[in-house]
């Protein structure tokens, strides 16, 4: 956790005079982005609740403490965008000389990232953990977000060995999916500030978060290149061994300390049981969660290492360097495009992701390639965003959404055998006032891993949930 502090405060005093000015240049030469908020909030996400009921018990309520990847998602990018939002009211606000303002806005801006990120919940660290947990309630395994004790935040804490071992035992995919759902979160996230700065013209400075969303993924894949390097402030091996001597018993330990460590190691040996990885130091009888690099194969390092090399990819699109959009001539069309590299339950995706928009329609086209062991998957994807329609005088916006190809058969990391992947979605948002939009969110889809969806199996999924625009 501190070599990811490191990385965000000296990005951001790196950053600081660029974007200084960045932004005065921007309203010297034209006119500024219009400012406009939207929320959801996800009231309702089924059948992953009742799964979430089981898993954390005491009734329906409780399912809003353990919430879906789309919950999470939703409130954090609704945080972030409130922020921006914030900072560039306040900025607009102040009658003082434009170098100053700009001043004030970057760094309530860059304060409002820090707290949310580091300090506060429902930032980019309590969605991330969000995500590991939603794979544990979804297999009924308890848990704890260590972010919301804001005096002492830890990881994602709550179960036994015992747990995690009939886990592992009964469902090994979504095992090795929960140790990625932190990057899979990450990289989401990115993605969907990318499309609010795309598609609604949101906040000039907005996809500054973007890329801290990238450079935190990244952080947490590139465990081999640091290890690599040798640099003696990352000595990942010895992190994990002070860590092990000072913890306080099963129910207080995460289920890894780097995640992409255990998530390669669990790649290779899914039928491994979970108490084979040894014992714990302390000598009570508990399982050593905690994988170390050296006790990796030179085939898992190497595996490792190329997945912490095509993590790079994630910095691949003009938007995460202030670069809202492209003119295609003069029809009207503006477009842009993003590079995005997952770890998944069968090894990785590489997606290639072209964005298109005029007056009336908003698009996006993504090419999935899918890869385990030795073998390629492709998938493309085509979405619809928010095209109005009017129904007996009454507003409406749908976004449908497709994806077909394939993935590997059971989301096995060595088959070379494929299997259809197939996903329909479609969301309905209706203009009930100038500023309240209910909606509702139906997803179907065949087995495979999609990002942001919990489900490895079939499922259909229905969302429902507020949106606010201001």
């Not at 990847?69 to 409130?75: E, K």
């Not at 000072?246 to 039928?271: C, K, M, T």
């Amino acid at each position: 956790m501190n070599r990811y502090k490191v990385l965000l405060v000296g990005f951001l005093l790196f950053c600081m005079p660029f974007m200084l000015f960045a932004q005065e240049n921007a309203e010297q030469n034209e006119q500024p982005a219009r400012v406009e908020l939207r929320l959801d909030l996800p009231f309702f996400d089924l059948p992953f609740q009742v799964h979430s009921m089981d898993a954390m018990g005491h009734g329906f309520f409780n399912t809003y403490t353990s919430l879906s990847m789309n919950q999470s998602l939703a409130i954090t990018t609704g945080v972030y965008s409130a922020i921006h939002f914030g900072a560039r009211q306040l900025r607009d606000s102040l009658n003082i000389d434009t170098p100053l303002r700009n001043a004030v806005y970057f760094g309530v801006t860059a304060a409002g990232i820090l707290a949310f990120t580091y300090v506060l919940p429902f930032g980019n660290t309590w969605m991330s953990q969000e995500f590991h947990r939603a794979i544990l309630s979804l297999n009924g395994v308890p848990s704890y977000n260590g972010s919301m004790n804001i005096l002492n935040p830890r990881w994602v804490t709550g179960f036994t060995d015992d747990e995690l071992g009939d886990f592992k035992a009964t469902a090994p995919h979504d095992f090795i999916r929960m140790h990625s759902a932190g990057t899979e979160a990450l990289t989401l996230f990115g993605d969907r500030i990318m499309r609010k700065y795309f598609f609604h013209n949101t906040d000039n400075l907005i996809w500054v978060t973007a890329l801290l969303s990238s450079l935190m993924s990244y952080s947490m894949t590139s465990t081999m290149i640091i290890y690599n390097a040798g640099l003696p402030l990352f000595d990942i091996d010895a992190e994990i061994e002070a860590m092990q001597r000072r913890d306080r018993g099963q129910r207080h330990r995460s289920f890894a300390a780097f995640d992409a460590i255990n998530w390669v190691y669990e790649l290779f040996r899914p039928d491994e049981p979970f108490a084979d990885r040894g014992a714990h130091p302390s000598g009570d009888g508990s399982v050593a969660r905690y994988i170390t690099i050296s006790q990796l194969t030179d085939e898992e390092r190497e595996f490792l290492t190329r997945q912490s090399w095509l993590s790079f990819l994630n910095f691949a699109s003009p938007m995460l360097f202030g670069r809202r959009s492209f003119s295609l001539g003069d029809t009207g069309w503006e477009w842009n495009f993003a590079l995005r590299h997952y770890l998944t339950s069968f090894g990785s995706n590489v997606t290639a992701t072209a964005f298109l928009k005029n007056e009336l329609f908003n698009m996006a086209f993504t090419f999935h390639n899918n890869q385990n062991h030795r073998n390629y998957f492709p998938a493309i994807e085509a979405e619809l965003i928010e095209f109005p329609v009017n129904l007996g005088g009454q507003n409406f916006y749908l976004s449908p959404r497709i994806l077909l190809g394939t993935q590997p058969r059971g989301q096995e990391f060595r088959t070379s055998r494929h299997e259809f992947l197939g996903l329909f979605g479609l969301r309905i948002d209706h203009r009930a006032t100038g500023n309240l939009f209910p909606y509702i969110d139906f997803t179907a889809k065949t087995n495979g891993w999609v990002a942001g969806n919990e489900f490895l199996n079939a499922n259909v999924s229905i969302r429902m949930g507020l949106s606010l625009r201001f």
